[in-house]
């Protein structure tokens, strides 16, 4: 979901209401909100965890239902989830020892076929904060100022970062 | 290329324990059975048979349908007290609310068979006094040794 689809979502489909009663301790609302957010969290986690991100979103969407009385505005929800679940998916793959990149002799060749395996296969030689940059400005198509105040960085470092990121990924995709 | 990146799946026993961490005053028991998921849920999914046999002291279920994956159930137990549940089944995940009781159940594929989760709970702290019917649910108040007796004979049975 990106983040338009998200926010119509919260328009359309009686979220607020929804994030107020889980809010209000109903765990039937906690249940249902469970399955709208689960397939975000999964996006936003697979690509930065990869391997590890079912541990990853399960991590995430414990911290988000363990705190989500915290949560203010209920249509800001899925901007609130999705700082929550970039942490914890860079933090999951840090843990998991994946921060230094592989052996580049290891990248696949590209073949379409494999499309989706190989882009995983790319992805998996990048270091997490590499994989975020790229899941919030090319997956979640968010602006500069928005990915540096998420990640705690400045507008200058997310924009190298990005620019390392998007060499990095072109040049694994290519080899 | 968007629709190639790599997506995590939040299975329905992820989701059980998402449940249990977030709510306070809720247990999670998870046990290995050796069928195979479908039939684990063939057996658990028959609520009105098979939650009086998982929750000691539950006697009595009775359940009504609802629309989609909603139904509603009836608990009575021994000494007559009553409860009644809201619940969202669907293959693999169950849970169900009363008044001040929660349950969940979830069933996912293993290598042995099927991993099987049971969450039990207590809705507002502090009422643990005051409702005769707390001290019903929980992995403690469930016996969940019979499931693999159930599943068995269900297997047999087909």
């Not at chain 2, 009781?101 to 502090?126: N, Y």
Request: glycine residues 6%; aromatic residues 4%; neutral net charge.
């Amino acid at each position: 979901m990106s983040l338009i689809d998200a926010a119509e979502h919260a328009a359309t489909a009686g979220l607020p209401d929804l994030v107020r009663a889980a809010q209000a301790g109903d765990s039937m609302a906690m249940a249902e909100l469970l399955d709208v957010v689960a397939p975000y969290v999964g996006r936003l986690c697979g690509p930065i965890a990869l391997d590890d991100g079912a541990d990853a979103a399960q991590e995430a969407l414990i911290t988000i239902f363990t705190q989500i009385r915290q949560l203010r505005d209920p249509a800001a929800l899925f901007g609130w989830v999705r700082v929550i679940a970039i942490r914890e998916a860079v933090r999951v793959a840090r843990k998991a020892r994946r921060a230094t990149p592989a052996d580049l002799q290891d990248v696949p060749a590209r073949g379409d076929p494999q499309l989706a395996a190989d882009v995983r296969d790319v992805l998996g030689r990048l270091a997490p904060h590499h994989r975020a940059i790229l899941v919030l400005r090319d997956l979640e198509g968010l602006d500069e100022q928005t990915v540096s105040d998420m990640l705690a960085v400045s507008t200058g470092t997310a924009k190298s970062r990005l620019h390392r990121a998007r060499r990095r990924f072109k040049e694994e995709w290519e080899r | 290329m968007n629709q190639n990146w790599p997506v995590a799946d939040l299975d329905p026993l992820r989701r059980l324990r998402v449940m249990a961490a977030a709510i306070p005053g809720t247990d999670l028991a998870e046990l290995t059975i050796d069928a195979p998921p479908e039939a684990v849920w063939q057996v658990v999914s028959n609520l009105r048979v098979e939650m009086p046999r998982l929750v000691r002291d539950f006697r009595t279920v009775t359940v009504t349908p609802g629309s989609g994956d909603r139904l509603v159930m009836h608990a009575r137990g021994y000494l007559g007290q009553r409860a009644r549940f809201d619940v969202v089944i669907r293959p693999g995940w169950c849970w169900m609310q009363s008044r001040f009781l929660l349950c969940g159940m979830a069933a996912v594929p293993d290598p042995s068979g099927t991993r099987f989760g049971f969450l039990g709970g207590i809705r507002a702290p502090g009422v643990t006094l005051l409702h005769p019917l707390l001290h019903l649910i929980g992995p403690a108040a469930v016996r969940l040794d019979r499931l693999e007796t159930d599943v068995q004979q269900h297997l047999r049975q087909q």
